[in-house]
């Protein structure tokens, strides 16, 4: 079993910056692909970014492409979003996930993920 659980989320304006993470516990030997996704109300949850076991290999939505960058420290377990320039269109809320398979490509479904966290908020406001 894992555990993941996100932090950092919260208010910020248009064209500042945040940074959320996602810890993970348990059984963390099983993971290698993490992702982020993210769901606003009434919108179906889509991908924003994922970076592969090693962190050499990183993938971004092209809504985010530029703005946002994923990186990993698995000593600590966690996986980051440092998130630039952000636009009221990022609000929702963001999702970590971590996937066993093993790839340098992309993960891009949410299928593909067996571990969710409980999600944390990101409101940017104009």
């Known amino acids: 079993q894992v555990q993941l659980v996100e932090s950092g989320g919260g208010l910020v304006q248009a064209g500042g910056s945040l940074s959320v993470s996602c810890a993970a516990s348990?059984?963390?030997?099983?993971?290698?692909?993490m992702g982020w996704f993210r769901q606003a109300p009434g919108k179906e949850r889509e991908f924003v970014s994922s970076?592969?076991?090693?962190?050499?290999?990183?993938y971004y939505a092209d809504s985010v492409k530029g703005r946002f960058t994923i990186s990993r420290d698995n000593a600590k377990n966690t996986v980051y979003l440092q998130m630039n320039s952000l636009k009221p269109d990022d609000t929702a809320v963001y999702y970590c996930?971590?996937?066993?398979?093993?790839?340098?490509?992309?993960?891009?479904?949410?299928?593909?993920?067996?571990?969710w966290g409980q999600g944390t908020q990101v409101t940017v406001s104009s």
């Open positions: 970076i592969s076991w090693s962190g050499g290999n990183t």
């Open positions: 348990g059984r963390t030997f099983s993971i290698r692909t």
């Open positions: 996930a971590a996937s066993n398979i093993y790839t340098t490509g992309v993960l891009t479904t949410t299928n593909l993920y067996a571990y």
